[in-house]
């Protein structure tokens, strides 16, 4: 099993809205990743988890919060989000290593209204 | 963030011509890695380049890791209609911190 899962697909939430995003993978990897791709633009590295801890946040504001309750599953919870943070949300998976060949999922679709 | 410019940012050609893409930085990367992307699609890893002055080839595409380890190319022969995509390369410095470059989107025309 080579995949990494993402739902949902596509998501539209209100600016007062709580939801979360999900990923799952079962390659047996140990670092996750949250990635976020606006149109037209390349994927822009949010955070990473290696062995479940939190091991890299690239200064993401804190309506966005991440969260990985066990070596296979990623969360990143939204809440109050902004019009601006509509975007393409890759999950990505890989081993830890110096070089990571990562594994990414179809993305989350989420616009904010 | 470690920047990873690629060119050119745009390129429209006909089916049957060769092209290159180029990958430049001024730091130094553990390993580069090429991926394409295609609308509506997470990235999909094509190839790691890891040793100074490393070629890899994967059928028409070659991808050069440079002998200083700060940059990489890919060429493709004979392009493909369905080499139509977002080509993006990502460098690691350090365990699993990947940064994408600025991405090379590429039109092949039939």
């Known amino acids: 099993d080579t995949e990494v899962t993402q739902t949902p697909k596509h998501l539209v939430m209100g600016m007062t809205n709580k939801k979360s995003l999900k990923c799952e993978q079962h390659?047996?990897?140990?670092?996750m990743y949250w990635y976020k791709q606006k149109a037209k633009k390349p994927p822009e590295l949010m955070f990473v988890y290696s062995y479940e801890k939190l091991s890299i946040n690239e200064s993401v504001p804190s309506r966005f919060s991440p969260e990985c309750p066990n070596s296979s599953l990623l969360n990143l919870h939204l809440h109050a989000l902004q019009p601006e943070d509509s975007a393409l949300y890759l999950c990505?998976?890989?081993?830890?290593?110096?070089?990571?060949?990562?594994?990414f999922g179809q993305g989350t679709r989420l616009t904010v209204v | 963030t470690q920047l990873l410019e690629q060119s050119p940012q745009f390129l429209s050609i006909q089916e049957g011509e060769n092209l290159t893409v180029y990958c430049n930085s001024s730091s130094v990367f553990s390993s580069l890695q090429w991926y394409r992307q295609e609308p509506g699609e997470g990235p999909v890893l094509l190839v790691t380049v890891v040793t100074g002055g490393e070629v890899k080839k994967l059928k028409r595409l070659t991808f050069q890791f440079g002998d200083a380890r700060k940059d990489s190319s890919l060429h493709i022969t004979a392009a493909q209609t369905g080499d139509t995509g977002l080509y993006l390369c990502a460098g690691n410095q350090g365990a699993n911190n990947l940064f994408f470059g600025t991405g090379t989107r590429l039109t092949v025309i039939p």
């Open positions: 390659m047996g990897h140990r670092a």
């Open positions: 990505a998976s890989s081993q830890v290593t110096l070089n990571t060949e990562a594994f």
